[in-house]
């Protein structure tokens, strides 16, 4: 599986971003999904996932209730629609593929994406 991450730029806080990421292969649906970012100096963190069906999903606490993860398996892509956006959601965002495929943990990562970079001015 390739994964392609889109939708970065530079917005001022309290704006919203929609992240795409484009799956290759005819196997995105049997993948948990998730987003991930890191910011300049951190380690890569935790954003968001998304089962296989996207009949469940988890979010870290920072983003719960500003972020939505959602997928669409017939386009072989997973979203992440980040609102209300704060300078600390400044980073580098990742898209990966992992499982297991039923829950939204995504404690084993099979692919990584390239990074899309969001800027939040304050």
């Known amino acids: 599986v390739q994964l392609q991450a889109s939708g970065g730029g530079l917005v001022q806080a309290g704006g919203s971003l929609r992240l795409s990421c484009a799956a290759s292969g005819r196997t995105f649906s049997s993948y948990a999904m998730g987003w991930f970012r890191q910011a300049p100096g951190k380690e890569r963190e935790f954003v968001a996932a998304i089962s296989w069906s996207g009949g469940s999903t988890h979010y870290a606490d920072s983003v719960k209730g500003r972020f939505t993860i959602s997928r669409d398996n017939a386009k072989n892509t997973v979203y992440l629609q980040m609102n209300s956006l704060k300078p600390e959601d400044t980073a580098v965002y990742y898209c990966?593929?992992?499982?297991?495929?039923?829950?939204?943990?995504?404690?084993?990562?099979?692919?990584w994406g390239q990074g899309t970079e969001v800027t939040v001015s304050s």
């Open positions: 990966a593929a992992g499982g297991p495929p039923n829950i939204a943990t995504m404690s084993v990562i099979d692919y």
